[in-house]
């Protein structure tokens, strides 16, 4: 492993990165990370080597990408990695390398162009398509087992559309994902363990000692669906698809439903406090993740039975272990049945207390308030995002104003 230069230690960009035969790279949002074992043992290095793109700009780089390259000694400690935001707005022909997320593998066999994968490439800017011609097992292997990859290639254009042609693979180690997995893998905002922390409290202060102990059988005292419930995406995609999605979901759904039952005082506060919080318990069975907890699939019996369905059987359940009542069980699960508002949502009935009413308007206010976030992320005030699938139309992010 080569040392950083003296100059990055002191902080004088510029002139590393000539040094290192990087030249008129783009500079909007590159994260340089120093990647390897120096780092570990050069904090100072790794922190100045993070730089903010404005500061990155002041140390007198162009905006635009016209070509890089990494010639030094140092190419194979220094990852240049390009967002796929910005990727997608390069002109073709660009050489691009980095360590992204990999998904939705596909390998295909043509007569003219013989055997070549289909994949996308992601990270939290977004994500594009990718192929790989003349694939080799060992290529197929890794893209079907691994999340990330280190890739290298060329930036082209399929169906007006940026896609990368990928010419190399390599597997990245645990560090090197570790050390930016946030910069890969979506994760939700905010402190995941005091989220955890505040259901906790609102769990123990239901009142019904059945509902309070069918509650806390599972989000507390069963380990694998406690650990599950603090890290779990909330969907595979759409809404709160990210690592601790489940939870800030849960979270959300909570403090409204706490907001309605300081405003209406007819409210069973037990019963909305419990349903805010088990309503998508099931979805800890119903989605598969990896080993870093993103969304990779549906398991088998998500499949077939899906939330609704798999969180009722563990609700049954944590009921009939703390002896909870026939008539709060039935009313808890019926909340849970009919969360989703009617059949044509995945709901078989309507909601038929108040409560579950009052759940799926908050459920569903939760769900559309993440997806018009997401929708709206990487566009420009003033501007329309493209058109999102979920919520069927384009999404306006407005102006500043005067
Ligand atoms: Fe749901
Ligand atoms: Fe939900």
Redesign the pocket.
């Known amino acids: 492993m080569t040392k950083p230069p003296a100059s990055f230690l002191a902080g004088g960009l510029s002139a590393s990165l000539a040094d290192m035969g990087i030249i008129g790279v783009e500079l909007k949002s590159i994260t340089w990370r120093y990647v390897g074992a120096k780092t570990r043992r050069s904090n100072n290095a790794d922190g100045l080597l993070q730089q903010s793109p404005s500061s990155l700009l002041q140390a007198g780089f162009s905006p635009l990408v016209r070509q890089y390259s990494t010639s030094s000694n140092m190419r194979e400690d220094i990852i240049l990695r390009l967002s796929v935001g910005e990727i997608k707005k390069m002109q073709q022909g660009q050489a691009v390398s980095g360590l992204y997320a990999v998904s939705r593998f596909e390998a295909r066999t043509t007569e003219k162009a013989g055997r070549f994968g289909i994949f996308t490439v992601s990270d939290v800017t977004g994500s594009m398509a990718a192929r790989l011609w003349n694939i080799a097992p060992s290529q197929e292997e890794a893209l079907k087992s691994r999340s990330f990859l280190k890739l290298k290639g060329i930036t082209g254009c399929y169906n007006n559309e940026v896609q990368l042609t990928v010419n190399e693979l390599i597997i990245p180690s645990a560090e090197e994902i570790g050390g930016c997995l946030r910069e890969l893998a979506p994760h939700v905002d905010g402190d995941l363990a005091a989220m955890y922390r505040e259901i906790l409290a609102a769990a123990a202060a239901i009142r019904h000692p059945g509902l309070r102990g069918t509650v806390e059988a599972l989000i507390k005292e069963d380990l694998i669906v406690s650990r599950k419930f603090q890290y779990h995406p909330g969907a595979l995609s759409y809404h709160h698809a990210a690592i601790g999605g489940l939870l800030k979901h849960t979270h959300e759904v909570l403090s409204y439903a706490m907001d309605f039952c300081r405003r209406d005082g007819g409210l069973n506060q037990d019963m909305m406090t419990a349903l805010a919080i088990l309503?998508?318990i099931g979805?800890v069975e119903e989605i598969e993740v990896d080993g870093y907890g993103l969304p990779v699939g549906f398991t088998k019996s998500g499949k077939l039975l899906g939330?609704?369905c798999l969180g009722l059987k563990m609700v049954a359940a944590a009921g009939r272990s703390v002896g909870l009542d026939q008539e709060t069980a039935l009313v808890l699960e019926h909340g849970i049945y009919s969360?989703?508002g009617a059949p044509e949502w995945g709901s078989p009935v309507l909601p038929k207390t108040k409560e579950a009413q009052l759940i799926h308007y908050l459920?569903n206010i939760s769900a559309k308030n993440d997806q018009f976030d997401l929708a709206v992320r990487q566009v420009e005030p003033g501007s329309f995002s493209a058109y999102d699938r979920g919520l069927q139309r384009e999404i306006y992010k407005p102006g500043n104003g005067e």
Do not use: L, W
């Open positions: 309503h998508d979805k939330h609704i969360h989703h459920d």
